[in-house]
């Protein structure tokens, strides 16, 4: 098992709340991810970072926010969820070299209702 | 731009038979590839890549892969399909953007044996 963390595995939270999923790696990997998979599986990233201090936003856009302030923790936020954020998100990390392969968290399975 | 196409939503195999996963892919430098697993309610879990050198790369629980240039293709096989093996299997390429790296994902195919 790879050591990457996600917390909480599943969620369910009412419209208008605003959530944390908390993300943890202790292999010091500097390379960090947040995808959203669809239902139908397809992953999509929405958040990456390349160290502390660096966040970018990915191929999807996502009214999530994300901070690096540490290099082992890569936290995921919704200032207001909505139904429309209903998803899967999953967390990865890897290391620096371009033949690294990436270490996903469980996953956090969200539910805004 | 990279890219990655499973032309395969699912693949159905007997129990006891050879089993394939289509990729292709495309990148204007070197192609790294790989495989990654995902069973039900979990993340991903790299199977196997491919760097440089012998076309067949071997991973675990028995699969391989087929890398093929000149078809640009990356394959993912095994000899003798389990049950167990039924997952979503996703391919990817990693390659250089713009000065970052960026990992691309195919859209996955989710591998049913039957018993």
């Known amino acids: 098992e790879a050591d990457i963390y996600q917390t909480p595995r599943y969620l369910v939270i009412g419209t208008g709340k605003k959530i944390t999923l908390e993300c943890s790696q202790t292999?010091?990997?500097?390379?960090m991810y947040w995808y959203q998979q669809d239902p139908g599986m397809e992953l999509h990233l929405i958040h990456y970072?390349?160290?502390?201090?660096?966040?970018e936003k990915g191929d999807l856009s996502s009214e999530s926010t994300v901070s690096r302030i540490r290099t082992e923790h890569f936290p995921l936020t919704l200032e207001s969820a909505r139904p429309s954020h209903t998803s899967q998100y999953l967390c990865?990390?890897?290391?620096?070299?371009?033949?690294?392969?990436?270490?996903f968290g469980q996953g956090t399975r969200l539910t805004v209702v | 731009a990279q890219s990655v196409a499973q032309p395969e939503d699912q693949v159905n195999v007997a129990e006891g038979n050879p089993l394939t996963v289509k990729c292709t892919y495309s990148?204007?430098?070197?192609?790294?590839l790989f495989w990654y697993v995902q069973y039900p309610n979990r993340g991903l879990q790299f199977l196997l890549k491919?760097?440089?050198?012998?076309?067949l790369v071997k991973g675990s629980y028995g699969f391989e892969a087929e890398f093929n240039k000149s078809q640009t293709s990356f394959h993912l096989k095994k000899p003798s399909a389990l049950v167990s093996d039924s997952a979503l299997y996703f391919c990817?390429?990693?390659?250089?953007?713009?000065?970052?790296?960026?990992?691309?994902f195919g859209t996955g195919t989710k591998l049913q044996v039957i018993p």
């Open positions: 990865a990390s890897s290391g620096d070299s371009v033949y690294a392969e990436a270490f």
């Open positions: 491919y760097i440089t050198g012998d076309n």
């Open positions: 970072s390349y160290g502390v201090n660096s966040t």
């Open positions: 292999m010091g990997h500097d390379k």
């Open positions: 990817a390429v990693r390659d250089w953007d713009g000065g970052y790296q960026k990992v691309t």
């Open positions: 990148v204007s430098g070197n192609p790294y």
